[in-house]
T-cell receptor, first 114, second 112 residues
Framework: SQQGEEDPQALSIQEGENATMNCSYK?????LQWYRQNSGRGLVHLIL?????REKHSGRLRVTLDTSKKSSSLLITASRAADTASYFC??????????????FGKGTRLSVIA | DAGVIQSPRHEVTEMGQEVTLRCKPISGHNSLFWYRQTMMRGLELLIYFNNNVPIDDSGMPEDRFSAKMPNASFSTLKIQPSEPRDSAVYFC??????????FGQGTRLTVV
């Protein structure tokens, strides 16, 4: 399937450190999205990067995309305890009809220790 | 906009009972998705609609599950009869075509 696979499965860091999460996928995409989920809540969209972009920033978030390696990374700089959550990448599934549902992997569980 | 609205937030039911989960997507969004999340299987796509039409229901686990979208502002996911293994958090999400998906807060279903 096309679902993204995040690595590592779990990450624990100290507040103020940077956190890097990686994502690999299998087929061609025209964009890739990253989401965050706090415990017991729905997913929240963080950032979308298009296939013709190599890097994108949003506040303390930096996302890179390497389409030749079919991989993406999410970097959170100067992490805070409030960043503790699960993070998912979502490469869309292409259909002939053009519909692109998002399929999620197991995510990376990030714990930021104050 | 209030975002994607799901109801109920929590549902506890006995095995064999019918369960109906409801979703109101964001106005103007033309795609709607139902997901199920468990510790074991993660976040699974059950079914999605485009312009109120079901496009792919291959993720629906079995015939006990059905989903409808009678109009652009309402969708239901029904489980009949429910079983303990259906216990999970069910999420509804909506989006514009090829855009970011907005998720509801989910319905936590417990079947005893």
């Amino acid at each position: 399937s096309q679902q993204g696979e995040e690595d590592p499965q779990a990450l624990s860091i100290q507040e103020g450190e940077n956190a890097t999460m990686n994502c690999s996928y299998k087929t061609s995409i025209n964009n890739l999205q990253w989401y965050r989920q706090n415990s017991g809540r729905g997913l929240v969209h963080l950032i979308l990067i298009r296939s013709n972009e190599r890097e994108k920033h949003s506040g303390r978030l930096r996302v890179t995309l390497d389409t030749s390696k079919k991989s993406s990374s999410l970097l959170i700089t100067a992490s805070r305890a409030a960043d503790t959550a699960s993070y998912f990448c979502a490469p869309p599934i292409f259909r002939n009809s053009g519909n692109t549902p998002l399929v999620f992997g197991k995510g990376t569980r990030l714990s930021v220790i104050a | 906009d209030a975002g994607v609205i799901q109801s109920p937030r929590h549902e506890v039911t006995e095995m064999g009972q019918e369960v109906t989960l409801r979703c109101k997507p964001i106005s103007g969004h033309n795609s709607l998705f139902w997901y199920r999340q468990t510790m074991m299987r993660g976040l699974e796509l059950l079914i999605y609609f485009n312009n109120n039409v079901p496009i792919d229901d291959s993720g629906m686990p079995e015939d006990r599950f059905s989903a409808k979208m009678p109009n652009a502002s309402f969708s239901t996911l029904k489980i009949q009869p429910s079983e303990p293994r259906d216990s999970a958090v069910y999420f509804c999400a909506s989006s514009l075509s090829n855009g970011e998906a907005f998720f509801g807060q989910g319905t936590r279903l417990t079947v005893v």
